[in-house]
């Protein structure tokens, strides 16, 4: 390993002099500049992430998207959304890494306007019983607890069925990291609404088998063709894989939502998992590339992250940076805690830029080189 020392040959330590300064004004006025003057700045040692950790409490936010259903309707809010913004990444509208996060809130009865983007999402939801949603024409119904994917380009549109009560559920979308990529683009549906096909959540009947494959089914697409997973199958497999493993130290048993295609991420840019901490356990730390955004679905407990204590309970949202030591604790002594994630995992490993660093059982830090 190399000594992390910037007034080293190797690395950028020019000092300035009234010559330099000249100089520097000089190429300013031909739009360049000098490398060396921003080099250790823009090949830092390791990652320097902008955003930090943080935890947004559901307790104190849930009355903020009561206050927003009533100020603004769904048609022209387009989706009535309170997006987690964090304090370093304000810039671009992430709650984490190049990740957006936001509640979003229907009332009953309530629908909004079909619309598709470049950009690929997410839902998890949170409360409310008369949740759906139209992806491509197939119209999904969602409960608290379920999880259901957006693909970039698909026509979507979502809605409240219920008389009574109102509809939360946490959006998930890679919009910070398709626009710094500059490859956004937008449209409204021409009608504003599909015509959903007759059976409604088509794609979890004909994939939602786990281990059976329909035979005959051809998909060439880079997402998932199955669009929703249901909370009780997860928490079922959870249990199951429970009583056969303690799971990996850092995250206790945990399970990732998969194309059931190809076993690979739900999506090319976001991948999610589920896991699942037995009553009172605490995982070792480590830290990888890679953001993720957290939904306590079940529990409640801490999370300590490059140091910082962070209590949760059910529904809190809170984000561990790329790069941050992490660690998560059920405070539960009698149950177990759930924790829902998505991330930007699969983006860092099509690119090859996966690192990964934990402490051991004896406390010892497991090395890995870039
Ligand atoms: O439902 O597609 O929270 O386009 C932000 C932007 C949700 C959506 C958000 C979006 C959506």
């Avoid at 997860?234 to 995250?251: C, H, M």
């Avoid at 829902?340 to 490993?349: E, G, L, V």
Wanted: include cysteine.
């Amino acid at each position: 390993m190399t000594t992390i020392d910037d007034d080293q040959i190797g690395r950028a330590r020019v000092r300035d002099t009234e010559e330099l300064k000249a100089f520097y004004s000089e190429l300013e006025e031909m739009n360049t500049a000098a490398l060396w003057t921003v080099a250790n700045e823009i090949e830092p040692w390791y990652p320097q992430p902008k955003a930090v950790p943080m935890h947004w409490s559901y307790e104190a936010l849930r009355p903020k998207l009561i206050e927003a259903a009533k100020l603004v309707t769904g048609d022209d809010a387009g989706r009535r959304v309170v997006y987690m913004a964090n304090p370093g990444r304000k810039d671009v509208s992430a709650a984490v890494g190049l990740l957006y996060t936001g509640l979003q809130i229907m009332n009953p009865g309530e629908s909004m306007s079909a619309h598709r983007h470049a950009a690929s999402a997410l839902r998890f939801v949170l409360e409310g019983e008369g949740a759906w949603t139209i992806v491509e024409g197939d119209r999904l119904t969602v409960g608290p607890r379920d999880f259901a994917i957006t693909p970039r380009g698909t026509w979507h549109e979502h809605g409240n069925d219920s008389d009574t009560s109102p509809v939360i559920w946490q959006d998930g979308l890679d919009i910070p990291l398709i626009n710094t990529l500059d490859a956004n683009f937008y449209a409204v549906h021409p009608e504003l609404h599909q015509v959903p096909g007759k059976v409604l959540n088509s794609t979890v009947l004909r994939h939602g088998a786990g281990t059976l494959k329909p035979v005959g089914f051809d998909w060439n697409k880079k997402y998932s063709p199955l669009l929703a997973f249901p909370w009780e199958k997860t928490y079922e497999a959870l249990l199951n894989l429970a009583k056969v493993s303690d799971g990996t130290p850092y995250d206790g048993v945990i399970m990732e939502y998969v194309n059931p295609m190809t076993g690979g991420s739900v999506m090319p840019t976001m991948g999610a998992h589920m896991q699942l901490l037995q009553a009172g356990q605490g995982t070792l730390s480590h830290r990888h590339t890679g953001n993720v955004v957290y939904n306590v679905a079940k529990g409640k407990g801490h999370s300590i992250i490059n140091g910082q204590r962070f209590d949760w309970k059910e529904k809190d949202v809170f984000v561990v940076p790329s790069w941050a030591w992490h660690e998560h604790h059920n405070d539960d002594a009698n149950d177990d805690a759930c924790l829902f994630s998505f991330n930007d995992f699969p983006t860092m490993k099509s690119l090859d830029l996966w690192v990964e660093e934990g402490y051991d059982a004896n406390g010892g830090v497991q090395y890995l080189d870039f």
